[in-house]
């Protein structure tokens, strides 16, 4: 089983729709959750992190269920500039583990 | 936010060659580097862990004596990947964490090795 499992999607959306992305990780002992954006051929870069609470950033949500091992991000009002793939990341200790990531496609 | 720098971004090597990257932080001191490969399609998997000053540790599977990383000082760690062949193409990414306790890595732009 892999550590953090995504849906690989393509999720292919229109412009405006709000679209959400799921994650799950398997060990319980994980610290810190958070979502990169990468774009094809480049770095990723860190979109937020996630807390059990839940946090907001613009159009972006995340949630964290620690009792689920799970994570979600929501995107709302999507727009050309949000096709991207996005990755969920966990840590354990000082090393951070990346799911395979879900492609998200935006169309006018 | 924090700048890290890799070079080169692009190499295409034959068979046999070594291959030498680079990883610097450009605004700030790099106690921690961290060096990542992704194959297409796949998620980032972690390399080696890297502290300035000592020996980088090496997750499991991946070969210390083929990926040598050197982390001389606390801007520059770099990666060489010693008789290079075509199953080493890949992404290599590097990231870089400040002050020890800190959560957050800056990532480099990577750098894409083809190996004819």
């Known amino acids: 089983r892999k550590e953090v499992e995504q849906d690989p999607g393509p999720f292919n959306v229109p412009e405006g729709a709000t679209v959400a992305f799921n994650c799950t990780y398997s060990n319980s002992a994980s610290q810190s959750f958070f979502w990169y954006r990468q774009d094809c051929r480049k770095e990723p870069k860190l979109l937020m992190s996630?807390?059990?609470s839940g946090n907001e950033d613009g159009r972006f949500t995340a949630q964290l269920n620690r009792a689920s091992q799970y994570i979600s991000l929501l995107i709302r009002d999507s727009k050309l500039s949000d096709s991207a793939t996005y990755l969920c990341v966990v840590t354990y200790g000082n090393k951070l583990v990346f799911g395979a990531g879900t492609i998200l496609r935006v169309k006018s | 936010g924090a700048v890290v720098s890799q070079h080169p971004s692009w190499v295409i090597c034959k068979s046999g060659t070594s291959v030498k990257i680079e990883c610097r932080s450009l605004?700030?001191?790099?106690?921690?580097m961290f060096w990542y490969r992704q194959f297409p399609k796949q998620s980032l998997m972690l390399m080696a862990t890297?502290?300035?000053?000592?020996?980088?540790?090496?997750e499991q599977g991946v070969e210390k004596d083929k990926f040598l990383i050197n982390h001389a000082s606390l801007t520059l760690s770099t990666l060489t990947v010693t008789s290079a062949h075509p199953e080493d193409s890949s992404f290599y990414i590097c990231s870089a964490r400040g002050l020890v306790g800190q959560e957050t890595q800056y990532f480099g732009p990577g750098t894409r090795l083809l190996v004819l």
């Open positions: 605004d700030f001191q790099a106690t921690t």
């Open positions: 996630v807390y059990s």
């Open positions: 890297s502290n300035e000053g000592s020996k980088a540790t090496y």
